[in-house]
Nanobody
Framework: QVQLVESGGGLVQAGVSLRLSCAAS????????MAWFRQAPGKEREFVAS??????YYAHSMRGLFTISRNTATNTVDLQILSLKPEDTAVYYC?????????????????WGRGTQVTVSS
């Protein structure tokens, strides 16, 4: 059974950059799709980005501000966030879909981490 554990969140000031990391344990395949979502208080879970092999997929509003990368040797997926703003405050979740998919729907991802809180102060 695959488990996902996020790390790297915290309380930061607006304007700084932050790198979140997701460590996957258990049986994962090189074709599996890894993604990042976020959920702000009172809002629905929102797709940020996904990676599958060499295919990167970003939410339109996230392009240029977020960078997703994957290290197959360590089985981790990172999310670099540039120039954080208070509206980026959310719980950031890592998710996995077994196999290849291009999707921004949380319903298409079977495995989830518990999330890491990112709070941006102005």
């Amino acid at each position: 059974q695959v488990q996902l554990v996020e790390s790297g969140g915290g309380l930061v000031q607006a304007g700084v950059s932050l790198r979140l990391s997701c460590a996957a344990s258990g049986r994962t395949g090189s074709d599996d799709t890894m993604a990042w979502f976020r959920q702000a208080p009172g809002k629905e879970r929102e797709f940020v980005a996904s990676i599958n092999g060499r295919t990167l997929y970003y939410a339109h509003s996230m392009r240029g501000l977020f960078t997703i990368s994957r290290n197959t040797a360590t089985n981790t997926v990172d999310l670099q966030i540039l120039s954080l703003k208070p509206e980026d405050t959310a719980v950031y979740y890592c998710a996995l879909h077994e196999g290849m998919i291009i999707s921004d729907s949380p319903a298409d991802f079977q495995t989830w981490g518990r999330g890491t809180q990112v709070t941006v102060s102005s």
